[in-house]
T-cell receptor
């Protein structure tokens, strides 16, 4: 089965600075999707960024970008110019492109933004 | 290592029927969360339980109810099913505060026909 690992339970960053959250995954599939979700205290899950495994170009959404290393099965999230509103729990997730019924989530990284 | 177990993996029900989804948290985890993810949508938080008491409530329809039992497993009961209830239902568990990390199950795919 696929596994997703987030090895950083907690991270902190100074406001306006850059932080990188790490995620690794294990799969034998070649076609899949990777996601970063943000979870504020409301517990809602908000999609931050998504990457298709067949795309070599790293996905970018405004201040959020990923470093997708397919061979290394690594999918880190970089948050630039961190803002107070970025403070939340961040989850990395994997979904097969072939059997899309299942999502696999990491255990989350709690990000604190220091004013 | 033991993970969060959800059963069944797949479920097909007809409109107006009832469905029960089960979630078995990681041993010693005392908090359970339920999420619903419709096609192409972000997971939506439904409800959570801590020590067998409801701790937080999200966008759970009145037709749904849930509880956490003495062994900490949880069940989500869904009545008068509608086509729009077709979704992936996730359960997650944690020990105490979510700040210590969640562990998600791999979900139950509910299809209402």
């Amino acid at each position: 089965a696929q596994t997703v690992t987030q090895s950083q339970p907690e991270m902190s960053v100074q406001e306006a600075e850059t932080v990188t959250l790490s995620c690794t995954y294990d799969t034998s599939e070649s076609d899949y999707y990777l996601f970063w979700y943000k979870q504020p205290p409301s517990r809602q899950m908000i999609l931050v960024i998504r990457q298709e495994a067949y795309k070599q170009q790293n996905a970018t959404e405004n201040r959020f970008s990923v470093n997708f290393q397919k061979a290394a099965k690594s999918f880190s999230l970089k948050i630039s110019d961190s803002q107070l509103g970025d403070a939340a729990m961040y989850f990395c997730a994997y979904r097969s492109a072939n059997t899309g019924n299942q999502f696999y989530f990491g255990t989350g990284t709690s990000l604190t933004v220091i004013p | 290592a033991a993970g969060v177990i959800q059963s069944p993996r797949h479920l097909i029900k007809e409109k107006r029927e009832t469905a029960t989804l089960k979630c078995y948290p990681i041993p010693r985890h005392d908090t359970v969360y339920w999420y619903q993810q419709g096609p192409g949508q972000d997971p939506q938080f439904l409800i959570s339980f801590y020590e067998k008491m409801q701790s937080d409530k999200g966008s759970i329809p009145d037709r749904f109810s849930a509880q956490q039992f003495s062994d900490y497993h949880s069940e989500l009961n869904m009545s008068s099913l509608e086509l729009g209830d077709s979704a992936l239902y996730f359960c997650a568990s944690s020990l105490g505060s979510y700040l210590y990390g969640y562990t998600f199950g791999s979900g139950t795919r509910l299809t209402v026909v």
